[in-house]
């Protein structure tokens, strides 16, 4: 009898472990990219405006050199639950990274090549609102499927942004990130806490 009681106790520690990984620290994480983006992408537009140096348009850069310290600080901060995942979990994580470096390779390839102003800034926002809508989902969590949509509309509708308007496109990253980003992330966060 011991025995199936010890079973039990495994098996629902296991699940407790399984649930908890369904609800990523995700919630920390999508309104820290989100302000990232916002505030990188806010400052660029605003030294181009005023500067028009090409130097500005290579800020974007400071994301991933403050983000992925961050992030990495924030996942060792909660290492005791990130060793079992499940699938939707996996899903999730499976596409920030392909979309991390679709940002990363992306932005280096347009900046070089000099064709950010077509491609790259809508390509970023719509990344930034799919990436919500697919975590939104996984998560089951409403607010994150509906700004993703609106962050994906953003992006989409940013690629008519041409010729003397394409720097106003990083504010289309700037609102994308706040409707898909920061306003979901911050109210998952807060019905995690709530227990909700």
């Known amino acids: 009898m011991e025995e199936n009681f010890d079973a039990l106790e495994v098996i629902a520690r296991t699940r407790g472990k399984v649930e908890l990984d369904s609800v990523p620290t995700g919630g ?8 990232l983006a916002a505030v990188v992408y806010s400052l660029e537009f605003l030294l181009w405006q005023l ?29 005791d639950r ?5 699938r939707e979990s996996r899903l999730v994580l499976d596409y ?11 932005g280096l390839l347009f900046g070089f090549t000099g064709i950010y102003e077509v491609v790259e800034n809508p390509l970023m926002a719509l990344l930034m609102g799919v990436g919500a809508f697919i975590t939104g989902g996984a998560l089951r969590f409403r607010p994150m499927v509906v700004g993703g949509l ?12 041409q010729g003397e308007l394409w720097a106003w496109q990083m504010l289309a990253i700037v609102a994308s990130a706040a409707v898909a980003l920061i306003i979901p992330g911050h109210l998952y966060q807060k019905s995690v806490k709530d227990g909700i």
């Open 150 to 161: 609106a962050g994906a509309a953003m992006g989409v509708c940013s690629f008519t942004l």
């Open 51 to 79: 500067l028009h140096q090409e130097w500005c348009l290579w800020l974007w850069v400071l994301i991933p050199a403050v983000g992925v310290p961050l992030m990495i600080l924030f996942i060792r901060k909660d290492r």
């Open 96 to 106: 920030w990274i392909f979309a991390a470096c679709v940002f990363g390779l992306g």
């Open 82 to 86: 990130t060793h079992m995942r499940t």
């Open 28 to 35: 920390k994480l999508f309104p820290l990219w989100g302000w």
